[in-house]
Antibody, heavy 123, light 109 residues
Framework: EVQLVQSGAEVKMPGESLRISCTDS????????IAWVRQMPGKGLEWMGI????????RYSPSFEGQVTISADKSISTAYLQWSSLKASDSAMYYC????????????????WGQGTLVTVSS | EIVLTQSPGTLSLSLGERATLSCRAS???????LAWYQQNPGQAPRLLIY???RRATGIPDRFSGSGSGTDFTLTISRLEPEDFAVYYC??????????FGQGTKLEIK
């Protein structure tokens, strides 16, 4: 079974870099897409992008392209979300989730979620 | 980019009542890629419905989804205490890019 475990909460200053992680402890990591979803305080869900760890195919939402980097290390079943220079507006909860996609049926949805990583950026 | 608009923003109902939540897309979407989620405070979202009308594993049958094209509906037939939460619809396109609605908060009246 898929079990996504995310790294712990982070408190950073503006301008700092950060990488958070999402590890699948229970499944073949290379067989599915991993998505990152942002939830700002008191707000809704925003799809940021996805990666297929099997071949590192990565796709971004236009809203997040160039703002973050999504990567993965399939040897340790871990996906990453990275910032090179944080801003206060990056403060949010970040979830990783398995983005299931069946090319035959067209079904696409997020069936397994990590517990979330809270990122706080403040001076 | 397809925009999903959910209504109402907040829905106040009593236990045992029927809840009807709406999700409208800015352009026609495939029913296959339309899903619904429930989120409780401090928790990750939980998949309820996929393919517009298929219940996910373990979801009670009081939850049902319907719709096609640009208009989709999540119905909860008889509200239980644990149903009061925030609900999101989601769609994904052919390139696997996805979007969520802004959410409907279901609160106890």
């Amino acid at each position: 079974e898929v079990q996504l475990v995310q790294s712990g909460a982070e408190v950073k200053m503006p301008g700092e870099s950060l990488r958070i992680s999402c590890t699948d402890s229970g499944h073949t990591f290379t067989d599915y897409w991993i998505a990152w979803v942002r939830q700002m305080p008191g707000k809704g869900l925003e799809w940021m992008g996805i990666i297929y760890p099997g071949d590192s195919d990565t796709r971004y939402s236009p809203s997040f392209e160039g703002q973050v980097t999504i990567s993965a290390d399939k040897s340790i079943s871990t996906a990453y979300l990275q910032w090179s220079s944080l801003k206060a507006s990056d403060s949010a909860m970040y979830y990783c989730a398995r983005q299931y996609y069946n090319i035959l049926t067209g079904h696409s949805y997020f069936d397994y979620w990590g517990q979330g990583t809270l990122v706080t950026v403040s001076s | 980019e397809i925009v999903l608009t959910q209504s109402p923003g907040t829905l106040s109902l009593s236990l045992g009542e029927r809840a009807t939540l709406s999700c409208r897309a800015s352009q026609s979407v495939s029913s296959s890629s339309l899903a619904w989620y429930q989120q409780n405070p401090g928790q990750a979202p939980r998949l309820l419905i996929y393919g517009a009308s298929r219940r996910a594993t373990g979801i009670p049958d009081r939850f049902s989804g319907s719709g096609s094209g640009t208009d989709f509906t999540l119905t909860i037939s008889r509200l239980e205490p644990e149903d009061f939460a925030v609900y999101y619809c989601q769609q994904c396109g052919n390139s696997l890019g996805c979007s969520f609605g802004q959410g409907t908060k279901l609160e106890i009246k």
